[in-house]
T-cell receptor
């Protein structure tokens, strides 16, 4: 009963923006959208989260559609070190359910 | 800030022995810690949630007598895999949260690779 749908993989060019889509059409009003990433053989790293407004931090921007049924994570200038599995998670409590995520490969 | 450490990073043990994994929040007090397991090429699966000073809450299908969790302080939680068997070989990852707000983030440790021979 996955709450989010992400493409299994995507490539992007180093130095370009990477736009990672996520569908969460069954999101409820009190659920937040979280993004984490996992570099091979490491623990996940928190990226960003939001409820309904767009958010930006030093790592990325999160764009949430007005109906909240989808969102996009934007890495403004991808580097080779951004190669990882990116997880989009919706949750309204402290339990995070990780799906398969999107494997992002940044190519030189 | 928000650093979580795990020890050991790797452990190899013989079948039937017990292994203890420590999870520490280094620069914040973690009201709640979570333990996950990840098999090769699979996603993280939540095993249990532990709150400081109280019993852990285990996810369905996780044997609480096999995976003992202790959260004795606001900065330390331990996972003990008792009588480990080869099928327990996995990547174990903890996370910590202050739970001060509903959208409080979880900060993850680097993981512990357990190999049971």
């Amino acid at each position: 009963d996955a709450k989010t749908t992400q493409p299994p993989s995507m490539d992007c060019a180093e130095g370009r923006a990477a736009n990672l889509p996520c569908n969460h059409s069954t999101i409820s009003g009190n659920e937040y959208v979280y993004w984490y990433r996992q570099i091979h053989s490491q623990g996940p790293q928190y990226i960003i989260h939001g409820l309904k407004n767009n958010e930006t931090n030093e790592m990325a921007s999160l764009i949430i559609t007005e109906d909240r049924k989808s969102s996009t994570l934007i890495l403004p200038h991808a580097t080779l070190r951004d190669t990882a599995v990116y997880y989009c998670i919706v949750a309204n409590d402290y339990k995070l359910s990780f799906g398969a995520g999107t494997t992002v490969t940044v190519r030189a | 800030g928000a650093v979580v450490s795990q020890h050991p990073s790797r452990v190899i043990c013989k079948s039937g022995t017990s292994v203890k994994i420590e999870c520490r929040s280094l620069d914040f007090q973690a009201t709640t810690m979570f333990w996950y397991r990840q098999f090769p090429k699979k996603s993280l699966m939540l095993m249990a949630t532990s709150n400081e000073g109280s019993k852990a809450t285990y996810e369905q299908g996780v044997e609480k007598d096999k995976f003992l969790i202790n959260h004795a302080s606001l900065t330390l939680s331990t996972l003990t895999v008792t009588s480990a068997h080869p099928e327990d070989s996995s990547f174990y990852i903890c996370s910590a949260s202050t739970r001060l707000a509903i959208a409080d983030t979880q900060y993850f440790g680097p993981g512990t690779r357990l190999t049971v021979l």
